[in-house]
């Protein structure tokens, strides 16, 4: 059977290389795709996306439309820079390097896409990697077992023993040879007639008058099963002197929960900030169709596009703020930080009251608001209190 050991894991070795590599064909992806923004081939090919559905009905124009993808270039080059500096750094078992290249992954998975390249997707799989087995459990205690050696199994069948040395000690815990006679053995011949008892000081033979009286002897009593007496010291019963080493506790379940619900919505609610924000520098035509559209009342009350701008930008702002602390306060609580887990309890709390308070207005609202109520349940179970407790940091 296979023994723990520290050493690093191929698996984890082998996606490292990929979120570096990967990460480094996103740089070089991104400098070629901002290089050649300008050029006349690429106008000509935004121009004739915008011209066919989906992108028809969004109104986008070809300058708006560069610049929109010259920020998401530079957003997955800043997020492959992170990635390709934590994967270094993931090679020992850091946790809070991985917690990292995990929440960079994303953000250069989505906006790679703008580079023209699946760079980003190698990079968020090669983070996914770092989150199997034995991945995860040479991150979480430093050590992993490596899987049973398959090579030999089934070559020594039908083959003999090798010869033993004659040079090389006897081996006193191997099996006696089962290969050899053992033919009947008959008691030495008696030294006196059958019924003669024994001459004083001569202690006669079991079984025989005269010899003392023997009590049972207890099987086993200092010799192994093989034959070979026990070594000095050996308690025949006692535990062995080696013992399994205490494993760390898992992480709960409702944590690993509470944590992707987290990540998939602030995380779904940061990129669609972030869309908007960009909607309302690079192409405020749009915003403002959509604004006639959705609430003509806004527009026939006199509300300006300036107006509208310094609305988008303040409330996407505040949503990219919440979202990210929210983001930052999952990873810490993953990490077994007690404040962070409270933290996070308060914003999802805040979120789900905020969302309770518009579902009239947006029904929509109650997706958001059972994902948070979700999360403050899993944060609050008795688990994953526990677990906090055994190391309150």
Known sequence: MSQPTSQRPPQVTLAVGIVVLSSVVVLLSVWERVTTLGSLETQEAVRDALAEAPFSSLDLTVNATTDLIRVMCMVAAACACATAILGWYARRPDRAA???????????????????????????????????????????????????????????????????????????????????PQGPTSPPPASRPFGEPAPSGEPGRPGQPGAPAQGPVAPHASTSPYGQPYPPGH???????????????????????????????????????????????????????????????LVEDGMTLQEVRAVVVAVSGAFIVWCAVALVLAGFAMARREWARRGLMASAAFSAGTCFVLVLTAPIVLVPAAAAVATVVCLRRGDVRRWFALDAR
Do not use: C, K, N, Y
């Not at 899987?147 to 039908?158: F, K, L, M, N, S």
């Not at 506790?249 to 409702?254: K, L, N, S, Y």
């Open 98 to 180: 991985r917690l990292g290249l995990t929440l960079f992954a994303v953000p250069v998975f989505v906006t790679g896409m703008a580079a023209g390249g699946l760079a980003g997707s190698f990079v968020a799989a090669g983070a996914a990697m770092l989150w199997l087995q034995p991945a995860r459990e040479w991150f979480a205690t430093g050590r992993w077992t490596p899987p049973d050696p398959a090579a030999g199994r089934g070559r020594g069948a039908g083959r003999s023993a090798p010869p033993a040395d004659p040079a090389s000690p006897p081996d006193p815990w191997a099996r006696p040879a089962q290969d050899a």
């Open 235 to 297: 308690a025949q019963g006692a535990a062995a002197p080696w013992h399994q080493p205490a494993r760390p506790q898992a992480r709960p379940g409702a944590l690993v929960a509470a944590f992707v619900i987290t990540v998939v919505t602030a995380g779904g609610l940061l990129a669609m900030s972030l869309l908007w924000l960009a909607i309302a520098g690079l192409s405020p035509d749009f915003l403002m169709s959509v604004l006639e559209q959705e609430q003509p009342q």
